[in-house]
C-alpha cells in the first residue's frame, strides 16, 4: 500500500457540497490518508424538480448543489476524520481569508489547497450570440478570481509543505456553446503555470487536473449514451477517480511535478 505521506496534513477543498462531486470525493479521499479536511461551499440556488432529484440528471445536481454539506459530513464522521465544514464565498476577498483564519484557528496551518469550486451559466446564455457581461462576469469571479484569491492567500500563509491543485475541463482549450465557461477554465491553467513559477522557491508545486465527463449527479442516460461515443474508454469518470488524481498532487511523490494540466478524461478531448 502507497503511503502518500498525508498523514495530519491539513486541506481545504472549496466547493464540497455535492455529495456526488469532485470536491466530496476529494475531501474522502484526502480524509483516508489521514489528512485534516476544511470543506468549503456556497448554496447555488437553481430551480429543480424535486420529484426528478432522485435519479442522475440537472434536478438531482441543481438540489445538491443548492444544499449545505450534511451529507458529506455524514461520510467524513463515518472516517472518523477530523474536518471543518465552512459556508463561504470564496469570489469576496474577507471571506477568503475567515477560511484561512478558521482554518488555520482550528488545526495550526494549511498544507494544501484544491481549488474546485466553479459554476457556469445555466441560461443557456454562454454563446457568442447570447453572452451577457452578468454571465462574464458571474463566471470569472468564482472560477478566476476566486481561485486566485484562494492561491494567493496559500501563499500568503504557506509553511513547509504546499500543494495548489486547480480543477480545470478537458475541453478548456475549445469549448464551443460554454465559451466564458471554457475561457476560465483556460485562464485558471495559464494560472496555474504562472503561479508554479512564482511559488516554486517556496517548495509549493502547482497543478491543475482537467477532467472529462464526470459522473457528479448531473449526466441523465440520454447524455450518457450521447458522450460515451466519445471517449476511447467507453465509459464515464466517477468522481473518485478525479480524486485519486489530486490525492497523487498534493502526496510527497509529486513534489517536483509542477506546472502541469493532467487530463484525467479517459481519451475524452484529447
Known sequence: MVDYGLKDRVAIVTGANNPQ???????????????????????????????????????????ANAGDASEVEKMLGGLNAQYLVLEKDISDENQVREIFDEAIGRFGHVDILVNNAATDDETGKDTIEAVTPDVIDETFAVNVRGSLLMAAEFVRRRGDYGRIINLSTDSAQVFAGQITYGASKATLEALTRSIAMEVGKYG????????????????????????????????????????????????????????????????HAL
Open 204 to 267: 509549493i508545486t502547482v497543478n491543475s487536473v482537467a477532467p472529462g465527463p464526470t459522473q457528479t449527479g448531473w449526466i441523465d442516460e440520454e447524455l450518457e449514451e450521447a458522450v460515451i461515443p466519445l471517449m476511447p474508454m467507453g465509459k464515464l469518470i466517477q468522481s473518485e477517480d478525479i480524486a485519486n488524481t489530486i490525492v497523487f498532487l498534493a502526496s510527497e511523490q509529486a513534489r517536483f511535478l509542477t506546472g502541469q494540466v493532467i487530463k484525467v478524461s479517459g481519451g
Open 21 to 63: 462531486g469532485i470536491g466530496a470525493a476529494t475531501a474522502i479521499a484526502l480524509a483516508r490518508e489521514g489528512a485534516k479536511v476544511v470543506l468549503t461551499y456556497k448554496k447555488v440556488l437553481c430551480e429543480y424538480d424535486d420529484a426528478k432529484a432522485g435519479e442522475n440528471g440537472v434536478d438531482r445536481y441543481y438540489r
